[in-house]
């Protein structure tokens, strides 16, 4: 198994550019999710997913679109990028309910600078 | 107020030592709880889940305290190898939030 697989590891963009940030899992889990991490933040919810055609949004949606039209990849989409939104980015997934202790898996994530 | 709170640290040890890092909630419907390691600019991976009635798990010690909306991690006999952050994390709604981390360096 491969795991939680992101793309690109490195990304540097400048303002007002658009992009995609893959994520892929092999584990066949149904809840998958993005956060950034920003220094002394912690990791913020930007949008999570519990099934294939079922997306909603997190704790710090604005600037962002995702989509989950398969159970394995969820890509994470920045509109117009922003210097806000250079941060690292990490993708994971479960099973559900987190409820019930499911383990959360975390990608290898993908450090975005905006210039 | 944060929805999950930790002493950022940094915590310096020496070897050897007993550390504990506390992590209170402020959500009273959370449901589980858990504690994540994470290393340098790597991902976050769990260290393990917080029960009701406590667990251990060799030489680390979780308890939760759900009147106090409390819970902790205690590390004894801290090795090189446990320098990290540790995470606290609560499930709330279908979702998890993290508090800030606390940064832990053990030194020789």
């Known amino acids: 198994n491969a795991g939680v697989t992101q793309t690109p590891k490195f990304q540097v963009l400048k303002t007002g550019q658009s992009m995609t940030l893959q994520c892929a899992q092999d584990m066949n889990h149904e809840y998958m999710s993005w956060y950034r991490q920003d220094p002394g933040m912690g990791l913020r919810l930007i949008h999570y997913s519990v099934g294939a055609g079922i997306t909603d949004q997190g704790e710090v949606p604005n600037g962002y679109n995702v989509s989950r039209s398969t159970t394995e990849d969820f890509p994470l989409r920045l509109l117009s990028a922003a210097p806000s939104q250079t941060s690292v980015y990490f993708c994971?997934?479960?099973?559900?309910?987190?409820?019930?202790?499911?383990?959360?898996?975390f990608g290898p994530g993908t450090r975005l600078t905006v210039l | 107020r944060k929805e999950v709170e930790q002493d950022p640290g940094p915590f310096n040890v020496p070897e050897g030592a007993t550390v504990a890092f506390n992590c209170t909630y402020s959500n009273s419907a959370s449901q589980s709880f858990f504690w994540y390691r994470q290393d340098c600019r790597k991902e976050p991976k769990l260290l393990m889940s917080v029960y009701s009635s406590g667990n251990e798990d060799g030489r680390f010690t979780a308890q939760l305290n759900r009147a106090s909306q409390y819970i902790s991690l205690l590390i004894r006999d801290s090795k090189l190898s446990d320098s990290a952050t540790y995470l606290c994390?609560?499930?709330?709604?279908?979702?998890?939030?993290f508090g800030q981390g606390t940064e832990l360096s053990v030194k020789p």
């Open positions: 994390v609560v499930s709330q709604g279908g979702k998890l939030i």
């Open positions: 994971a997934s479960s099973y559900v309910p987190l409820e019930a202790y499911n383990e959360q898996f």
